[in-house]
C-alpha cells in the first residue's frame, strides 16, 4: 500500500514529513457540535475544522470507556490485545498498579523514532505509576492529569474518591500543583498545546492534546461560563471549540497549515446518567459505557488544506485505532509486524472521502465482544444499557440492524436477514479464533 509520504509528497529525503496533532475530547458525543446538528451549541471553529477539511459520519472509538479507548488509540490495537480491557475495572483509578504494557509501541514511540517531537497536553489515563507516565511511552514532554479530573477529592464527593490523592497536575515526571482550579484547565491545556506548536516550528511533531473536559465534573473558565444558549455543557464545549481554534491558528502561524494534518474526536460516547452535565448522542442510541452506537460513534473532523479537499463528507468506516497507520504512513514507516495491529491507513479516504478502508468494526465491552459491524449491517450478541443497574442481556438470536437505515437501532431484522447473520457470524468465527488475548493490565486496585 503506498503511504502518504509516497502517495503525496514522492518522499524525497529533503522534505520533512507532515506534522500530526490529535486533539481528543473526553466524553464529547455524536450529536454534540453543530457541525454534527446539535441545534444549540455553537461550534464554529470546529465546523470551520469541517468546512475546510473531511467530515466523518461513522468514525468509531476502539473502547467506550476512557482507558481502554486511549490505548487502542495510541497503539491502534484492540484493547484486549494491549491486556487495557477489563469487565469490572473497566479503568485505571488512582490506587490502580497496572498501566499500559512496555511492549506496547504508541504512535508517539513510532513517531519519535521517526524524529519527531511528541508532546502530550491534557489527561492521560494510561497509569500513573513509576515507568508508567507518558514519558515513559514515547513522548518528550507532558503536562495534564494522569487519570479522569473526577477521581478528585476536592471536586467529587463520593466516600471512596475521599481516600484518593489530591488531583496532581504535571510536567514530565513531577507533580507541580495538587488539585488545579479546573475552570481553567481548558484554557491551560491551550496555551501550552499553543507554545508547543510554537516552539517545534523547525521539526515535524505530533502532539496529542487529550482534553479533560466534557468529563463531570464539567467547568469553563470565566469568559465561557454562563455564555452559551445549552447551559454550562454548552459552555465547556464551546471552549474546547475556541482551543481547536486556537490551535489552528498557532500551526497557521507557524506556515505549516499545509504540512499538518489535524484529527478531532471524542474518546467515547456522552455520559448519559450524569443528566444535563452530559452531552448528546444525536440520533444515535445511548451512550458512553455501551456499545450502541452513541457509546463509540463520535464526530471525526480531519483537516489539512492542500492534500483535504475543503468541505467534504465520507461515510467510509473509520477508528481512532486508524490514527496509528496513518501517522505511520505520514512519516514513511513501517507498521510493526511483531504484532497484530487493528489499524488501516485513513490516507485514501483523506485523499477522496469516496474511499473505503475498512468492512469492520469491533465492539467490545470490556474483555468480551457485545458486537460486531460488517458493512452497513451490526450484530449485537449481548446488549446492556448506560442506566446503572441495566445489566448486560445475551441476545439469542442476535440482534441485527442496517445502520445505514436505521442509525438509532430502532428495528431488529435478524429474522429477515439469515444470510447477512451467518456472513457475519463466519468472520467473528475467524476474529475469535485468531485473538490472542493479553491478561488484563488494569489490576484491581486495594480498594477492590
Ligand atoms: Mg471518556
Redesign the pocket.
Known sequence: MLSACLLLFGCSSTEAPPNLIIIFA??LGYGDLSSYGHPTIHTPHLDQMATEGLRFTQFYTGAS??TP?RAALLTGRLPVRSGMADDRVRVIFPPSPGGLPTEETTIAEMLQSAGYATGIIGKWHLGHQEGQLPTSHGFDYYFGIPYSNDMSPATSGGARVQTYPPLPLMRNTEIIEEEPDQRLLTRRYTTEAVAFIRNHAASPFFLYVPHSMP?IPIFASDAFEGTSTRGLYGDVIEELDWSVGQIISAVKEIGKERQTLVVFTS??GPWLTVNLAGGSAGLLRDG?GTTWEGGMRVPGLAWWPGTIAPGGTTVALATTMDLFATAAGLAGVALPEDRVMDSVDLTPVLVDPQQEVRDMVYYYRGTRLFAVRKGPWKLHYITQSAYVGDAPVTQNPPLLFHLDHDPSERFNVAAHQEEVVAEIEEAVRQHRAALVMAPSQLRVPAWE
Open positions: 473526553d466524553d470507556v476512557c479507548s468529563h474518546d467515547n458512553k
